[in-house]
């Protein structure tokens, strides 16, 4: 067991940062989770973060390391090499999903920032087929590579929390013609380092995140809002 000291420099609603913390939970490293303000990013962070963004993962106070990808394998090599292959090319093929995932989080961010119904419906289509491109290329489960957790469930679980909140926004369900998908994503849901990577409160912030768009699903999101409000009133 490593004796470093781990801190995460994170964001209550990353999922990048997500990435890191469920890899750090099924490792049982001890962490410390330390969240910004993306909006207004302190000086500290700034100087630490060659890109600006999260997550950030510091080492004993002295090593910063950035970029989600290379964050997890550190922390995979730690204690052991558990969550990924351990042959030459079935851990290349990992690392390639672990990209897919990323570009499907820009896709997602299509979806909700799309102001009309075309658009929206556009970024619903370009969703649809990330899922069947799942669906053709998922083992029998029930996770990606079939019985073993690993990083591409971890860069998977953030991009699936999304619809959790997403889905009771809006009638359309991307999910209902890729039954594996479905499935993957509800066995992950249910994944203890997965449900304690965000905060208590993930689906009321990120509902108040999409509120702040001026979008379809953000129109949605504001008048979901005052009903709640008008409900405790």
């Known amino acids: 067991m490593s004796t470093q000291k781990l801190t995460l420099i994170s964001h209550h609603l990353c999922p990048f940062v997500q990435r890191a913390a469920i890899a750090l939970l099924e490792k049982d490293l ?53 969550l990924l292959a351990s042959d030459a090319l079935s851990r290349s093929r990992q690392r390639a999903w672990i990209e897919f995932a990323s570009t499907t ?16 419906d556009s970024a619903s289509a370009a969703l649809r087929d990330r899922w069947q491109t799942l669906e053709d290329n998922l083992d029998d489960g029930p996770y990606f590579s079939g019985e073993n957790f690993s990083l591409v469930d971890a860069a998977f679980a953030p991009v699936f929390r999304y619809f ?39 689906a009321e912030r990120l509902l108040q995140f999409l509120a702040g768009k001026d979008s379809v699903i953000g129109n949605i999101a504001r008048q979901t809002l005052a009903d709640i409000e008008r409900a405790v009133a």
Do not use: H, M
């Not at 896709?107 to 929206?120: E, P, S």
């Open 30 to 82: 001890p962490f410390e989770r330390r969240n910004i303000d993306l909006g207004n990013k302190p000086n500290w962070f700034l100087k630490l973060s060659p890109l600006g963004k999260v997550p950030l993962l510091l080492v004993d106070d002295e090593t910063v390391l950035f970029e989600s990808a290379a964050i997890a394998e550190y922390i995979n090599d730690l204690t052991g090499d558990g």
């Open 105 to 120: 989080i820009g896709d997602i961010g299509k979806l909700y920032t799309a102001r009309d119904i075309d658009t929206f």
């Open 164 to 202: 959790d909140v997403i889905e009771t926004l809006s009638d359309i369900d991307l999910f209902v013609d890729v039954p594996k998908v479905r499935a993957w994503r509800n066995v992950l849901a249910t994944r203890p380092s997965v449900q304690q990577a965000v905060s208590e409160d993930y």
